[in-house]
């Protein structure tokens, strides 16, 4: 009569142990060792390209008309970069009017100065000659036509053998020498006339 019985609660108790077991064998899952490092506080920012003349929004060259063969004209300007990067500067522009920048004879020296925008009374020329068979400090000399159109055909800011990289603070000034040459195919033309100054870092 008590058989039944003991089946029965031995087969409880052995439902039971593994139970048991199955719930320690979980718990040990969530017990194992752990640890943490971390490099808190990075900090990332870019770089800037930054260049300007001091021009104040004027033009260099304002109310030339009425000009007629061998007239001249001479202004400075002094530009300045303010970047935190090193970049290389060229010079290009956007030439519009009725043709006349065909007429114009364009040449432009880099070197320095200190008096205020367009003067070009204390200029000083570099002593470099940078395009063979020109007067020192010179970096273009041809017409107001063949100035070029953009980066990729700029003027490079040059020094001996290779480009210069202009760092933060560095300045030059620029005369620009715009003269009227002798052709009769010049009269009643006009020209207007961009001069950038644009920095790259590379």
Not at 33 to 57: C, E, H, M, W
Not at 70 to 91: I, M
């Amino acid at each position: 009569m008590f058989k039944p019985r003991t089946v029965t609660t031995k087969l409880l108790a052995t439902a039971f142990a593994v139970s048991a077991i199955g719930s320690l064998a979980g718990a040990s899952t969530w017990s194992a060792f752990n640890d943490l490092t971390a490099n808190p506080g990075n900090t990332f920012g870019a770089g800037t390209v930054a260049i300007s003349d001091d021009d104040s929004g004027a033009a260099m060259f304002n109310g030339l008309t009425n000009l007629k063969p061998g007239d001249s004209a001479t202004r400075c300007l002094v530009v300045t970069y303010g970047g935190s990067l090193p970049a290389t500067v060229r010079l290009h522009g956007t030439t519009g009017g009725t043709g006349l920048d065909s007429y114009l004879q364009l040449r432009v020296i880099r070197g320095a100065k200190s008096s205020a925008f367009s003067g070009c009374g204390d200029f000083t020329a570099d002593p470099t000659t940078y395009l063979a068979g020109k007067p020192a400090g010179t970096v273009y000399d041809g017409t107001l036509a063949g100035y070029p159109d953009s980066w990729a055909g700029g003027i490079v800011d040059p020094v001996t053998g290779s480009p210069e990289t202009w760092i933060t603070g560095e300045s030059h000034a620029y005369r620009f020498e715009v003269t009227v040459q002798n052709d009769v195919a010049a009269q009643g033309k006009t020209a207007t006339q961009a001069f950038r100054f644009e920095a790259e870092n590379e």
